[in-house]
């Protein structure tokens, strides 16, 4: 709990003055207290935590299972999703296409017969 600061004396003086009594204590509440505690009914709570206690025991076995299927089920799916390597013919194919590809935007040739994509502006 925080500390009201010594700085306002007059404060401190007039809380001081008109604070509430604290009320006596009752002598009977520890005896209530105890007899409402032994009224419990206790052999509920003793089997409540042991079979809390079985309960976390039987799902703790579940884990490294657990953990072992993960590892095998990602093994599984990298193996299934890596690409197979290409055959030659395959490779062949592929760089015909990018060499064909590379020559047509390099050399910038218009036949008379291709339209250009972006027509003069000047000219119409």
């Known amino acids: 709990m925080s500390q009201f600061p010594d700085d306002d004396h007059e404060l401190v003086n007039f809380l001081r003055q008109h604070r509430s009594p604290v009320p006596p204590p009752s002598p009977a509440a520890e005896d209530r207290l105890i007899a409402a ?9 003793v089997v409540e935590f042991r079979r ?3 309960e976390r025991r039987s799902t703790i076995w579940l884990i490294p299972p657990a953990i072992a299927a993960g590892l095998v089920a990602t093994l599984i799916g ?3 999703l890596v690409p197979a390597k290409p055959s030659n013919a395959d490779l062949a194919s592929l760089e015909a296409f990018v060499e064909s590809n590379w020559q047509s935007t390099v050399n910038n040739t218009n036949s008379d017969d291709e339209a250009p994509l972006f027509g003069d502006v000047a000219t119409n």
Not at 37 to 45: E, H, M, V
């Open 37 to 45: 505690i032994n009224a419990l009914p206790q052999s509920d709570t």
């Open 52 to 54: 809390s206690r079985r």
């Open 78 to 80: 990298y193996r299934a």
